[in-house]
């Protein structure tokens, strides 16, 4: 299995798209705050503004330093040679049953 390389302007693309929607949600709901068209508008241009840089920092953080979530090609190679190992290993053993006891209820003793 190969390995995808993820481009810097996928990111990009992905927080500009991101921001357009919530600075849209951004609007609306200072609108729906302040009654003031002018007012939401100027929050959300500000927001528009800073969170991109945000988004796109905090993405590239996950990308570059934070494995959580991530398994790597060799761990995954490993772990297939062990569970192949264990597969070829099992020894096939006939089952034995415990004999059952029988009572004697016999008059003599």
């Not at 481009?7 to 357009?20: D, Q, T, V």
């Amino acid at each position: 299995m190969t390995e995808n390389k993820i481009e810097i302007k996928r990111h990009i693309g992905k927080a500009i798209s991101y921001r357009f929607l919530g600075t849209l949600q951004t609007i609306i709901i200072s609108y729906i705050f302040t009654g003031n068209f002018v007012i939401s508008s100027s929050i959300g241009i500000v927001e528009l503004c800073v969170k991109p840089l945000i988004y796109f920092l905090h993405e590239r953080a996950w990308y570059k330093w934070i494995k959580f979530g991530v398994v790597s090609e060799k761990i995954k190679k490993k772990v297939k040679k062990e569970q192949s190992t264990e597969v070829s290993s099992v020894v096939d053993v006939k089952s034995t049953e415990p004999k059952k006891k029988t009572l004697n209820y016999s008059s003599k003793r």
